[in-house]
């Protein structure tokens, strides 16, 4: 139940924004650690994190303190000037991953753009002007670039053309990957945790097929961590366990904290493509999303990314049960850490919006994946209260 207020907003909401996204019937007044609280004072266990952002929780003191210090000194200089935030938030970044550079961006389609240029740099000076590959499922943003590397019909129809040279293939699909891949190949580029295509991850076969072909063709490897790192998974990058070693990395959502900040990350051999002036963009590296940045690199290292380890297996023996307790419904569970999916026989709609009605915020994607995503600060009780309300939702479903 929305309060009078609450209508009057969304007719307001309605009369002048875009109507281009799905909002939940929600008015936010607040949140907090895993609570989101609405006008009317109810409060929501939040499983989405502001789509996998919000990595230490909503207002976490740290960030919060962080910020005030910052503002109080400057919020905006431009890329003109030396700024220590962006230094020590990109010191941590190489520390933590052992890449070389970074640059920073506002957000993961434009960490993915740059990701994209990088490439086609490298690939320009060293014969490898073929394709971009890319995979089925996979969301990589919005800019025509991003676009370009995705086959999402809804995302791109009536809005093409689209960049020429790009490719993009079913994910998991080595004998389609050997066959496109060749000396010209510029990149491939993948989620190894697809987010948005329903928590799939690459086999072990594709990762070893990966890792061959890279070894053996030279392209760029590019690995976009914007949903699945940031230690959301239990390690660092989403990657980790795959046995393969990407050039280029792009991150955004969790690095934040809940500003918008992103960023590339590549390794020696990239790190001296560009030159003066090839990249850059206003706000990147701005330096309050830095300092949040550099907190959130900080309680990462000091047991953020251990809980979403810890929590996440928890979390997904529960999930184990709830499949084994309910066959008819439920048939499997994706992900590692505090990147899981529990894979539905329909439609995951009805499942949400029944969580909702139990003050619990998830999400949908690829239509039959509940998607859980909660900050990486969710205690054990918070996971036993998320099962709790998914047992009652899913009991409420098949009554
Ligand atoms: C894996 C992945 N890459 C890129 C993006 C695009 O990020 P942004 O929405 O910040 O442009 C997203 C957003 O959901 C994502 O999940």
Redo the contacts with the bound molecule.
Sequence with gaps: MNTAEDTALIEREHNVIYQTYRRLPIVIDRAEGCRIYDTEGNSYLDMLSG??VNALGHSHPRIIEAITVQAQKYLHVSNFFYQEPQVRLAELLCKQTGFAKVTFSN??????EAAMKLARKYGNACGKTGNIITFRG?????TYG?LSTMDKPLYKDGMGPFLPNTLVLDYNDSGALREAVDETTCAVGL?FIQ??GGISSVSAEFAQTLRELHERFGFALIA?E???GTGRTGDFFGFEQSGVQPDIV?M??GIGGGLPL?CLLANERFSTLWEKGQHGTTYGGNALACAAGIVVMEELQSGVMENARSTGEYLRSSLERIVADFPGDATEVRGRGLMLGLVLQGDATPLRDLLLAKRVISNVTATNVLRIIPPLILTRGEADEFIAALRGALTELTA
């Design positions: 789509i996998a957000s993961g389609a434009e960490a993915w996979a969301f990589h943003g919005r991003a989620e987010g948005e976009d914007v949903q699945a792009t955004a959502k992103g």
